[in-house]
């Protein structure tokens, strides 16, 4: 299969079967068996498609309907389009969801507290999991991010940015790769809510090192090796934020 750096072969014959068409969704359904002939030919990021042309011979289509169908792949961040230019495929990324849920939540279809529940499940998890799969590299790297969250604890701006990145860090320490993904896709919303949170606080006169504890307890916990002491401390450390936000006065 050609990638972005292999010399370019032939592009191979699509094989889409003998289902007919339904005219009224003809670029949805090359959509779709373009995705399927994808995940069976097994094709990996930088890998080029057939051409406009070929593709059209191969489906028994036009050129404007293939064109339709990749640009509604490209939408999805599936594949990367340019003119004059076989499609490629796009490395796989949480981008697409990130700005789904973004959306979703300045919509108000998605509350702050939706938000918040579905993490509290899994930053449990994903805290039990790299508990379970411990490394020097790991223990040095929370431990270093919690040191910093206490020392920038009065300055909001930075102690959000430390605060999001344990998060990350934790979720990608879990080595579930869905994990990690699913909490690379909530980067924008998570960081809202910590923006949001942090500011109340400040309005109030509070200190972020109210938080710091927290965070401390779910890093050590994580270091002990000890899956369910992590998934506990990452419990109480998420119900304490979801609770600030489950206030009247925080609605």
């Known amino acids: 299969m050609p990638t972005a750096s292999s010399t370019p072969r032939p592009a191979p014959v699509v094989t889409v079967g003998s289902a007919p068409m339904q005219r009224e969704t003809l670029s949805e359904q090359v959509s779709r068996r373009l995705m399927e002939w994808m995940a069976d030919e097994g094709l990996q990021p930088g890998d080029r498609l057939p051409t406009e042309l ?63 529940e579905f993490r509290k499940g899994v930053e449990s998890e994903s805290a039990a999991l790299a508990a379970s799969r411990l490394t020097p590299d790991v223990v040095h790297e929370l431990r270093e991010i919690v040191v910093q969250m206490r020392t920038h604890a009065d300055d ?38 910590i923006e949001t949170g942090l500011h109340r606080m400040q309005a109030r006169g509070d200190s972020a090192k109210v938080m710091v504890d927290d965070h401390v307890a779910v890093v050590e916990a994580i270091c002990s090796g000890d899956p369910d002491a992590a998934r506990a401390a990452a419990a109480r450390a998420s119900g304490r934020a979801l609770d600030g936000f489950r206030k009247p006065t925080d609605k």
């Open 54 to 116: 070929q593709l059209a011979a191969s489906f028994g289509v036009s050129r404007p309907v293939v064109r339709e169908a990749l640009r509604a792949l490209a939408a999805l961040s599936i594949l990367e389009i340019s003119t004059g230019k076989p499609a490629r495929v796009r490395p796989f990324s949480p981008d697409l969801v990130s700005v789904f849920l973004h959306w979703g939540m300045s919509l108000r279809a998605i509350s702050s507290v939706d938000v918040h």
């Open 156 to 193: 909001f701006e930075k102690f959000g940015e430390l605060d999001l990145r344990l998060h990350l860090a934790i979720a990608a320490a879990s080595g579930n790769a869905l994990l990690h993904f699913v909490m690379a896709s909530l980067r924008q919303p998570i960081a809202d809510l």
